[in-house]
C-alpha cells in the first residue's frame, strides 16, 4: 500500500483545525500530521477542503436498498458499501425485534461478512433494537415479538452471538431490567435505555443498575407525563441529570429539531453524545417507498420528507440518512462548531464501541480511517484503514 499523503486541506482533530495542513499515513495507519510530502509518498490534494476521521455510526439498519434483518451476507456488504461512500468507515448493524431464528440468521451473517475481504465500513460488531420493549413507545417496532427477558433467552442469543454483540436495548420499565443489566454487564456488552416510557424513577434506577446508554435520545423516549393522575418526570429529564448516561441523536434534520439538538449539546457535550443515522434500507438511494426491517416480512414504508414515514403517516420509520448529512445537520443547519460535531460523528461513537484506541480520530498511531470533504461539505474521497475506498 505505501505512503500516503493528503494535503491542501483543514485538519480536523479532537480539539482544534489545522488549516491548511496535511496528514501522512503509512499501510494501515496514520503517521504524522502537518508534515511536507515525502518523495515516495503518493499524494493527494484536499484542494483547500476537510480531511476529518472516518465516521463512525452506531445505529444502522439498512441502506443502498439492503437491510441486515434480510439475512444475507450480500446485504452486509451493500450496506457497508452504501455507508462508506457517504464518509462511514465503521458502523453498527443494527437488527430489528425479529423472532429468534431469524435473529440468529443474522448474526451468523455478520460472521460471514466479518470473514470476508473487507469491502466499505468496517463492521464493529451487532447493535440489538429489541425485543424488550414498551408497546407504548414501540415507533415502528412490530408489537408481536415484544417480550421480557429472562436469563435463558438472554444467554442463549448472547452464546449464539460469541461476542458479536457490542450493545443490546431495552425498556428499563419492563419486568427482569436488574437481570437484564447483569447479564449485559458480565457480558461486556452495552445496556442501553431505548423505546421507552419510563418515569424518571425508573430510568435512574436502570442507570444505577447499569444501563449506560439512550439510544435515539428523544424519540421514543419518554419526558414528564401523568401515571394515574400523577407527573412524573421521564428519561429525558432523568438522562440529562446523569453525567455518566451517553446519548445518540439521529442527525437527519428531521428527528430532532434545532433547539433540542443545542440543548442536548450544552448538556451532554460532545463527549457524551454520538450522532447516528438510524437509516433504513431507502438511505443512499433515492427511492419513494421502500422495506422497514426485512425483505419478506418487513413494514412497508414510504419516504416523504426525506424521512421513512409508516404509510398512514402516525410515525417516523427509520430516517435515510447517511453519515455526512447528520454532519452538514449538525453543523452548517444548526451551527454546531464543526470540531465537536466531528468528535460526536467519530471519536465519541468509537470510545462507546471500544475501538476509540485505534480509530475515531486524526492522530499518529491510529488506523488510516479518513474522510476528505469539499469546503461545502460534500464527501470527496474515503479511506478505509489506509485503502481508498473506490465508491
Ligand atoms: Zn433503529
Known amino acids: 500500500m505505501g505512503k500516503l499523503w493528503i ?16 496528514l501522512l499515513a503509512e499501510d494501515r495507519y496514520i503517521t504524522a500530521i502537518g508534515v511536507p510530502c515525502p518523495p515516495d509518498a503518493e499524494p493527494v490534494d484536499a484542494r483547500g477542503g476537510y480531511i476529518l476521521p472516518g465516521f463512525i455510526d452506531i445505529h444502522v439498519h439498512g441502506g443502498g436498498r439492503a437491510d441486515f434483518m434480510d439475512g444475507t451476507a450480500e446485504s452486509f456488504r451493500q450496506i457497508a458499501r452504501a455507508h462508506c461512500a457517504h464518509g462511514t468507515t465503521a458502523l453498527c448493524p443494527t437488527t430489528m425485534t425479529c423472532p429468534d431464528p431469524l435473529l440468529m440468521q443474522v448474526i451468523d451473517c455478520f460472521w460471514e461478512a466479518k470473514s470476508q475481504p473487507q469491502d466499505g465500513a468496517e463492521l464493529l460488531g451487532l447493535h440489538l433494537e429489541g425485543p424488550f420493549f414498551s408497546a407504548a413507545s414501540k415507533g415502528a417496532q412490530p408489537v408481536s415479538e415484544q417480550r421480557i427477558p429472562t436469563e435463558e433467552v438472554l444467554n442463549r442469543i448472547l452464546d449464539h452471538a460469541r461476542g458479536a454483540i457490542l450493545r443490546w436495548d431495552a425498556a428499563p420499565e419492563l419486568p427482569n431490567m ?17 423505546h421507552t416510557n419510563a418515569t424518571a424513577e425508573e430510568a435512574m ?37 446523569r453525567d455518566d448516561v451517553t446519548i445518540e441523536l439521529i442527525g437527519d434534520g428531521r428527528h430532532i429539531p434545532k433547539e433540542s439538538m443545542w440543548l442536548a449539546y450544552r448538556i451532554k457535550g460532545a463527549d457524551g453524545i454520538c450522532l447516528i443515522t438510524d437509516a433504513m434500507r431507502a438511505a443512499g ?27 398512514d403517516l402516525s410515525s417516523y420509520a427509520g430516517s435515510i440518512a447517511t453519515m455526512d448529512r447528520c454532519l452538514r445537520t449538525a453543523h452548517v443547519k444548526y451551527g454546531i462548531p464543526l470540531v465537536d460535531v466531528s468528535k460526536m460523528l467519530s471519536l465519541t461513537p468509537a470510545r462507546l464501541m471500544g475501538c476509540g484506541n485505534r480509530t475515531g480520530s486524526l492522530e499518529p498511531g491510529k488506523e488510516a480511517d479518513i474522510v476528505i470533504m469539499t469546503a461545502d461539505f460534500l464527501v470527496d474521497q474515503v479511506f478505509v484503514k489506509g485503502h481508498r475506498f473506490d465508491g
Request: charged share 15%; proline share 3%; no cysteine.
Open 205 to 241: 434506577q436502570s442507570y444505577n443498575w447499569g444501563f449506560s446508554h439512550v439510544t435515539h435520545f428523544y424519540n421514543a423516549t419518554s419526558t414528564f407525563h401523568k401515571v394515574n393522575g400523577i407527573v412524573h418526570s421521564g428519561v429525558i429529564e432523568a438522562t440529562y441529570l
Open 285 to 311: 438511494t433515492d427511492d419513494t417507498q421502500s422495506i422497514l426491517g426485512a425483505r419478506d416480512t418487513g413494514v412497508p414504508v414510504v419516504i416523504k420528507d426525506e424521512v421513512a414515514q409508516l404509510p
Open 7 to 22: 494535503g491542501n486541506g483543514n485538519v480536523v482533530l479532537p480539539d482544534r483545525i489545522l488549516a491548511g495542513s496535511s
Open 178 to 194: 436488574e437481570l437484564f443489566s447483569r447479564v449485559m454487564e458480565s457480558r461486556g456488552v452495552m445496556a442501553s435505555v431505548a
